[in-house]
């Protein structure tokens, strides 16, 4: 009984429906009920529209080609593609920034380039600390790298998504190619070169008259005596006239200024390595563009000064550092800056990750949070040094590091008296002994050729 009345019911509910549509067969509401069922036309144009914009990603990613003289030396991360290659816009340079994408974390891309650069090939300049990424400058020849390399953001547990999901990890590979540094000059040419820049006018290889040493204090004496017997203490610029019989004595109470500390820098450093080609610094030609606005080929430091920048020894636009166009040459030199330029010649590699706090444990300044800390890491690395820290030679003992205080005359002698590290280096006094030894070698086979 009950089934019978579910099919009288189901028969009337079918004939409803039938009626219903047979009424509405010519009517708007069965056009209404066709759309309402009928494919999107837009979904069919979609086709096409995502069909696009997939061959323009396409063809977006087959358009960033690498320059042909990509220098093949360049460690290239596997797992990266190039996105883009843009023509550096210094006019002192010849290179390319090149940007990559990679679906990996920026701790794998920093850790591949830190074994790359540590492989021995390679001259670190600068690297980031252990515990985060940053930038990486290598030198090769005549070859320097600049590796950008930004942190990848951290993600909660809560907020985690599949790696297909995330942003890609975006770097930048940026290579200057220095050609003053590739042809090999015959030593007329070297000599030519020389003469004609006033820093190495000033820069004579016989010993210097310091006749007021008696003002000099007792515990800088020596190292001031050795380096003027070395000819380094040249105080007078090239291109200054002057009358004044005094100009050419040495003040060691001076303040020393940034042009005079590079002049001197790069000095010493030749000097004490005389022997030693590849631990000097390559004077810069008279072709190159300068790296600073301030230092025009007309300066008569201006090798000098270039070559440091050139060796990426001092901040400018070659190190990446867009906004460092300015050297200002006569200003003073401060503690800090000394340190950071000088502890990378005696470093010889890579600085270690410093912060405030080890700087704080390990000299115990109680200024330490005054110090720049672009030069916080030579700070920290001076100190691995022992006795033979720059810092413990020029200042002694102290407490306060006084980082922006001018540099006298007498304090900069003494800082460029030795260079080395871990017990591996050469001193003033010892440059002296090689030195007269080799004079009097030559002068032995002169006496035996008579």
Request: charged letters at 20%; glycine letters at 4%; hydrophobic letters at 30%.
């Amino acid at each position: 009984m009950l089934l019978d009345k579910r099919s009288i019911l189901y028969t009337f509910v079918a004939a409803c429906l039938v009626s219903l549509l047979t009424s509405c067969a010519n009517s708007s509401t069965k056009e209404a009920l066709e759309r309402s069922f009928a494919v999107d036309p837009k979904l069919k144009d979609n086709t096409t529209v995502l069909g696009d914009s997939q061959q323009s990603n396409l063809q977006d990613e087959e358009s960033a080609q690498l320059p042909e003289n990509f220098p093949v030396e360049i460690p290239r991360y596997p797992q990266a593609k190039l996105k883009g290659v843009e023509s550096l816009t210094v006019p002192s340079v010849q290179g390319q920034r090149t940007t990559w994408s990679s679906s990996d974390p920026s701790t794998e891309i920093r850790d591949f380039y830190k074994r790359a650069f540590e492989s021995g090939a390679w001259q670190v300049v600068s690297q980031p600390d252990e515990e985060s990424s940053g930038t990486f400058v290598a030198r090769r020849n005549d070859l320097q790298v600049t590796v950008s390399i930004p942190a990848t953001p951290e993600i909660s547990d809560s907020e985690e998504t599949p790696s297909s999901n995330q942003d890609p990890t975006k770097f930048e590979i940026q290579y200057i190619l220095n050609s003053t540094q590739v042809t090999t000059k015959s030593s007329e040419q070297q000599e030519s070169v020389s003469s004609n820049t006033g820093s190495q006018q000033t820069l004579s290889k016989q010993p210097q008259d310091v006749s007021n040493l008696d003002k000099v204090p007792e515990s800088l004496r020596q190292y001031v005596k050795d380096l003027a017997a070395l000819g380094v203490l040249s105080v007078n610029q090239s291109g200054a006239k002057s009358s004044d019989t005094t100009g050419n004595q040495f003040d060691p109470n001076k303040t020393i200024t940034r042009r005079e500390y590079a002049r001197w820098l790069v000095a010493a450093n030749n000097r004490i390595h005389a022997n030693r080609p590849g631990l000097q610094i390559r004077l810069a030609s008279d072709t190159s563009q300068s790296a600073f606005q301030d230092v025009p080929k007309s300066d008569p430091d201006f090798q000098s000064i270039q070559a440091l920048a050139e060796a990426g020894l001092i901040p400018s636009p070659l190190t990446g550092e867009a906004t460092a166009v300015q050297f200002r040459p006569d200003a003073p030199l401060t503690r800090e800056n000394l340190i950071a330029w000088k502890v990378p010649l005696d470093i010889r590699g890579a600085l270690p990750s410093a912060s405030l706090d080890a700087v704080k444990q390990t000299w115990g300044f109680q200024d330490a949070g005054k110090i720049d800390p672009n030069a916080l890491r030579a700070v920290l690395a001076d100190f691995q040094n022992g006795d033979q820290a720059n810092i413990r030679r020029i200042f002694g003992y102290t407490t306060l590091f006084q980082p922006k205080k001018s540099v006298t005359r007498a304090e900069a002698a003494a800082g460029l008296w030795y260079f080395g590290s871990q017990g591996e280096g050469i001193s003033g006094r010892e440059a002296l002994s090689f030195k007269s030894q080799e004079s009097q070698s030559s002068e032995s086979e002169e006496s035996t050729t008579n």
